[in-house]
């Protein structure tokens, strides 16, 4: 049987990133979700390095602070995709990486939306 479907908002339209670094979302406790089904749409990549300007990881931890990947990375900007999402592990974030070109210019805006699977006990 499956659970009930929850909205979930990761990264809400439109949201920008300008200038070399890491940015995560704030981890979210997912321990009573079994997983999701999110789009994920990132815009055109503005500058960036020559080799991997953009990297979005999708990451689980159990103690929020040792992550892994709950997914393969996303490295294509300028594009719309579905994901599916597991949840092995009680956190997740949403750690996007950019690479700044030789003069220091990069940004992309991005938006993850989708729902969540509530654990069903009685299953």
């Known amino acids: 049987m499956t659970g009930e ?7 809400p339209r439109f ?3 300008v200038g070399a670094g ?5 981890p979210m406790d ?3 979700f079994t997983g999701g089904e999110v789009t994920f749409w990132r815009g055109p990549l503005v500058g ?30 300028n594009a719309s995709s579905w994901f599916a999402l597991p949840f092995p592990k009680r ?8 690479q700044a070109d030789g003069s220091g210019v990069v940004g ?3 938006w993850l939306a989708g729902a969540i699977e509530r654990r069903n006990p009685t299953a």
């Open 5 to 11: 479907m929850v909205p979930l908002v990761v990264l």
């Open 15 to 17: 949201t920008s990133y």
């Open 22 to 26: 890491t940015f995560s979302t704030a």
């Open 30 to 32: 997912v321990s009573e």
């Open 48 to 77: 960036g390095a020559a080799m991997a300007p953009f990297t979005t990881h999708f990451e689980g931890s159990h103690d929020a602070l040792n992550w892994t990947a709950v997914s393969p990375p996303v490295t294509s900007a």
């Open 91 to 98: 956190w997740f974030r949403v750690r996007v990486v950019l």
């Open 108 to 110: 992309i805006s991005l």
